[in-house]
């Protein structure tokens, strides 16, 4: 819950989210939290070898989908609403996401499918863990000169 809390102070430092008027409901993470640990639980008992646990992968997948699902974000009830803040639940998941991986930047491009995915897909935890590896190993992976010979 720390980490998915650090993650929202995060980005409204950095100004991602506009913090007027729109705060972190602690109970909605909680219950993010409760449902991803569940589904956790549920695809380890059926996909996964006795004595394993889940990977940052599958953290990342599954706290994802359950933030994306719950919407902690809230909004007061007099705040007006603007584009930040309609998508401000899928920036805070695909940024939920980044925080389990092992990467020092986000793809733009990227970014702009997850956070279209977040807002308005129902995917599954194995799905996004799945995407959440190749996104670290896309964000790794070293980037290719372009030399040209004459």
């Known amino acids: ?6 993650v929202y102070d995060l980005l409204i430092k950095k100004k991602e989210l506009d913090s007027n008027g729109i705060y972190l409901s602690k109970v909605a993470v909680a219950q993010a939290i409760d449902n991803a640990l569940k589904d956790m639980a549920r695809m380890s008992d059926f ?3 006795v004595g394993k646990t889940p990977d940052r992968h599958k953290y990342a997948g599954f706290v994802a989908k359950w933030v994306a699902k719950c919407r902690p974000i809230q909004m007061d009830n007099n705040t007006q609403i603007n584009s930040q803040r309609l998508w401000a639940n899928a920036t805070f998941a695909m940024f939920v996401m980044a925080s389990f991986l092992d990467m020092e930047s986000i793809d733009y491009k990227l970014s702009e499918y997850l956070k ?12 996004l863990s799945l995407i959440a590896y190749c996104w670290e190993e896309i964000g790794s992976a070293p980037v290719a000169s372009s030399t040209s010979k004459s």
Request: net charge neutral; glycine share 4%; hydrophobic share 35%.
């Open 116 to 127: 279209y995915w977040f807002q308005f897909r129902d995917e599954r935890g194995e799905t």
């Open 47 to 49: 996909h996964l070898p």
């Open 1 to 6: 819950m720390r980490q998915v809390a650090s």
